[in-house]
């Protein structure tokens, strides 16, 4: 069974930092992509970053430059680097894998932007 457990969320003021984890567990080999995903209240759930077996990644052009994915084959986590970070970057955000055609969710880590 495949689950994902973030971690990392939390409160930070305007121009802040923060590193989200997310550590996935039953899967064998790279998945296909792992990524992240954020849902503000009120909004639907949007992509933020992704990467993909073949190492390639790409971000929303709201991150750019401010937010960074990164991966660790062995571990099997993905980390999402976020700098700079605005009040609108306010939300719940959730990290996904897809293997085998199928997508897993993890439960969601809150980051709040806020002075």
């Known amino acids: 069974q495949v689950q994902l457990v973030e971690s990392g969320g939390g409160l930070v003021q305007p121009g802040g930092s923060l590193r989200l984890s997310c550590a996935a567990s039953?899967?064998?080999?790279?998945?296909?992509?792992m990524g992240w995903y954020r849902q503000a209240p009120g909004n639907e759930r949007e992509a933020v970053a992704h990467?993909?077996?073949?190492?390639?990644?790409t971000t929303t052009d709201s991150v750019k430059g401010r937010f960074t994915i990164s991966r660790d084959k062995a571990k099997n986590t993905v980390d999402l680097q976020m700098s700079s970070l605005k009040p609108e970057d306010t939300a719940v955000y959730f990290c996904?894998?897809?293997?085998?055609?199928?997508?897993?969710w993890g439960q969601g880590t809150q980051v709040t932007v806020s002075s």
């Open positions: 990467i993909f077996k073949n190492g390639l990644t």
């Open positions: 996904y894998t897809t293997e085998s055609g199928s997508t897993y």
């Open positions: 039953g899967i064998s080999g790279t998945p296909f992509a």
